[in-house]
Nanobody
Framework: VQVVESGGGLVQAGGSLRLSCAFS????????AGWFRQAPGKEREFIAS????????YYADPVKGRFTISRDNEKMALYLQMNNLKPEDTAVYYC???????????????????WGQGTQVTVSS
């Protein structure tokens, strides 16, 4: 199984970035998936999740209305469109998936099976 994030970088406050995550070696189109982030000195936190068929999406309060999670099951890919970025969004962003979880369980789970290596997002003021 491989999970590889891309798309991070340095952006000014108010700008946008689109993160991508490529999955291989598993039936991604049957699993819910999500994004977490971890800022320096802080615990990893839930950002967003999406059901296997994109019917349901969930967001953490700090990113509601600014971030959009989506997926393309044919491409085995997960995306996070981030708009109106703020300096407090600076963090390493991780995508993940798990064969046993529903998308509504993501925010409260402490153990998710498959993770990427993370991609750095830095927002300057």
């Amino acid at each position: 199984v491989q999970v590889v994030e891309s798309g991070g970088g340095l952006v000014q406050a108010g700008g946008s970035l689109r993160l991508s995550c490529a999955f291989s070696g598993l039936p991604f189109n049957r699993y819910a998936a999500g994004w977490f982030r971890q800022a320096p000195g802080k615990e990893r936190e839930f950002i967003a999740s999406i059901s296997w068929g994109s019917v349901s999406t969930y967001y953490a309060d700090p990113v509601k209305g600014r971030f959009t999670i989506s997926r393309d099951n044919e491409k085995m890919a997960l995306y996070l469109q981030m708009n109106n970025l703020k300096p407090e969004d600076t963090a390493v962003y991780y995508c993940n998936t798990d064969p046993h979880l529903r998308s509504d369980q993501w925010a409260t789970m402490t153990s998710i099976m498959y993770w990427g290596q993370g991609t750095q997002v830095t927002v300057s003021s």
